[in-house]
Each structure stands twice: as C-alpha cells, then as structure tokens.
C-alpha cells in the first residue's frame, strides 16, 4: 500500500457535528460531538441535510454513526432553555409562528432525516450506546441497523409534553407494529439490543468491539446485488404496505418488465 492509499478519505462535509466521507460506493456519515454523546441541533440537521444532498451518485450504500459512546443522546437540552440556540428560533419562538410557516419550519428539520430513505441508496445505522429521542428517530431514518449490544433505544419526546416528529413514527410502527410502538413511545422506556433485535427494531446485535466489523461485512452484502435491481426491490418493499395485494403484484409485474427490457438492452 502507498503512503497516498493508507489516507483517510478526504471529507466532503466537516461542519456542526456532521462529517461526510465517501469511498466509492459507500459514504459514511459521522456525528462528530462525543462530548455532547452526539446530541442534535438544527445546525446538525441542516449539515445532516447538506451531506445527503451531497451525495455523490455514484453512492449505493450510507452508513450512519457517531463517535464516542453513544450514537446520539437525542436532541441538545439547550433547545429547552427560554432562549434555545443562539440564531435559532426557541420553543416559544416556534409556537408563535403561524401554521405554513411552523409546518415549513418542521418539514425542514424532517429534511435532514427523509433522504435516508430514498430508493437510490441504502442507508444503515452502526448504533453504540443511547439513541434517545431524535437519535433513535435518526437510527430508524435508515434502512437497516446493526447495533452494539450496550445500545439502548429510547422515545422520551411524549414524556417531554412533545412528539416524534422527525419522520420516525412511520418506520416505528413499520417495524414493531402499532401497540408496542405507543407503549415505547408514551413511556419513554428504553429498549435494549437484545430486545431491540427479538422485536425487529435492530437487524443484527454484535459486542460493541465487533460494530464496524459487522456494519462492514452487511455493507459488503448489499453492494453484491446488480444497482437496478436493488432499487427496484427497494421501491417494491417500501410501497408494499400502502398497497392492496392486488396493486403490489401489479407493481411487482412492472417492476418485473423494466428489469427484463433493462437486462435485454430494451430499457428506456
């Protein structure tokens, strides 16, 4: 190996506690403040917003992680005190807000998590320690996760006289479905790794020494299938729950005839 190849990758993004690296295929995204076990700021969610759309297309496969011990302990408590973030609108300010404007305010917060789940890529969270909050919110942004077994999953926004509101109810009831995820969510309870991986919320649960390991070797499987078709399989699955099993299987026969006319060299 040169001493030119044994760099680590230049990052595209380095700003408010996000850092975006590409290395052909795979991206990572890292939440860079372990001081703060990686809590979140609208300053994060627009850097978070900024990487995805950053993305090179050559990226098929986005890993989501953060230093430190915990993947992120949610949102920073400061966004509770009267005067918020510094060049932030505080609680107060959002609450006097009218209704397009307040709506457009939370669909731009949302933006930072929603382009995980786009069917061009797909998106896995390697989670160590606390997702709480906005970091489990973020963690069931992807579509896939590997956790450490000291992960420990948490939705305290109820108890806080709030709710999820950063696209993660959809996957949650997706994945748990509707009871356990009211129960998690309104008591705030954590869900541990073992839990999390018998109830369907983690893909796998590894020793936290044996994380990257694993994330990578589920990266490598999910780079062996042709693009086209991830793509499309992607697509099918994610609409399959708001079909009727008639309109899946029309999707299915579609879906089908472009992969055949694609492989035929008689695509578009």
């Known amino acids: 190996m040169t001493a030119s190849e044994s760099l680590d990758p230049v990052p595209v993004i380095d700003k408010d506690g996000v850092q975006l690296t590409v290395e052909e295929a795979v991206a990572t995204v890292t939440l ?26 050559s990226v098929r496969v986005v890993v989501v992680r953060g230093e430190g011990i915990s993947f992120s302990a949610g949102l920073d408590r400061q966004a509770f005190t009267p005067e ?29 998590f929603t382009w ?14 606390h997702a709480i909050g906005a970091g489990f919110q973020l963690a069931l942004a992807c579509d896939l996760r590997v956790a450490a077994d000291d992960a420990q999953f948490a939705m305290r926004e109820t108890s806080l006289g709030i709710v999820p509101d950063l696209a993660g109810t959809h996957p949650l009831v997706n994945l748990v479905g509707y009871a356990r995820a009211l129960e998690i969510c309104v008591t705030g309870r954590f869900v541990h790794a073992d839990e999390a991986e018998r109830i369907g919320l983690a893909n796998l649960t590894v020793a936290p ?47 089908q005839a472009r992969r055949l006319r694609d492989l035929a060299g008689l695509g578009d």
């Open 209 to 255: 020494a044996e994380l990257d390991a694993a994330v990578a070797d589920l990266t490598s499987a999910l780079l062996s299938a042709p693009r086209e078709a991830v793509i499309e399989t992607k697509a099918l699955l994610r609409g399959a729950s708001t079909r009727t099993y008639a309109d899946q299987r029309a999707a299915e026969r579609a879906a």
């Open 116 to 129: 995980l789940r786009q069917n061009d890529i797909l998106s896995v969270a390697a989670v160590q320690g």
């Open 84 to 112: 918020g973030f510094e060049g932030e609108p505080s609680f107060p300010d959002l609450a006097r807000l009218g209704d397009a404007d307040l709506d457009a305010t939370i669909a731009g917060y949302q933006s930072a």
């Open 32 to 57: 860079t403040l372990p001081a703060k076990r990686n809590a979140q700021s609208p300053a994060l969610w627009r850097a978070l917003a900024e990487a995805g759309a950053s993305l090179p297309g």
